[in-house]
């Protein structure tokens, strides 16, 4: 039986792990530079900035959401979803529909106006993941960032 809950900082660990395989999948993971202790500042401080749930079988945590709200001018309040990663071995059970379907219940039950994330245009089993809940694909944007 799977469970889905709120991260606590003991899974922090195991969290990490998680943000790294998907980067070690998306060819980057030279880019992850994030520490569990700046996770437990940063989620579990006096100001958290991101909110995370963890899909959980006994103690292992086969997958995560993390998330984050920003503000449009067009449409206000809005969830944003910055990761979501099932353990590769686990992928194709229905973890990663549970957990989207639990972020965008948070989205809703916080009166957000909608969700938005970022996909990579080879990552066709997550695009045709998307597509099953009718997600508009944007081509027109450029992503733009500045690394300190």
């Known amino acids: 039986m799977i469970e889905i809950r709120s991260a ?7 969290v990490l792990r998680l943000v790294k395989e998907l980067a070690t ?22 100001n958290p ?8 079988h006994g103690t292992d945590i086969l997958g995560i959401s993390i998330y984050y709200y920003r503000y449009s001018t067009w449409k206000g309040k809005r969830l944003y ?3 979501i990663v099932v353990a590769e071995n686990r992928r194709g059970e229905g973890i990663g529909k549970l957990l ?16 938005m994330w970022q996909v990579l245009d080879w990552n066709t ?22 690394d300190f």
């Open 100 to 115: 989207f379907d639990k972020t965008l219940n948070i989205a809703k039950e916080q009166r957000c106006t909608g969700m």
């Open 81 to 83: 979803l910055e990761d």
């Open 49 to 56: 900035i991101f909110g995370c749930i963890v899909a959980e």
């Open 25 to 46: 999948y998306e060819k980057a993971l030279h880019e992850v530079t994030n520490t569990v202790t700046q996770m437990e500042e940063d989620g579990f401080g006096p």
């Open 125 to 146: 089993p997550a695009i045709n993941f998307y597509k099953k809940y009718k997600a508009k694909m944007e081509g027109e944007w450029i992503n733009c960032n500045i």
């Open 8 to 14: 606590e900082k003991e899974d922090l660990p195991q």
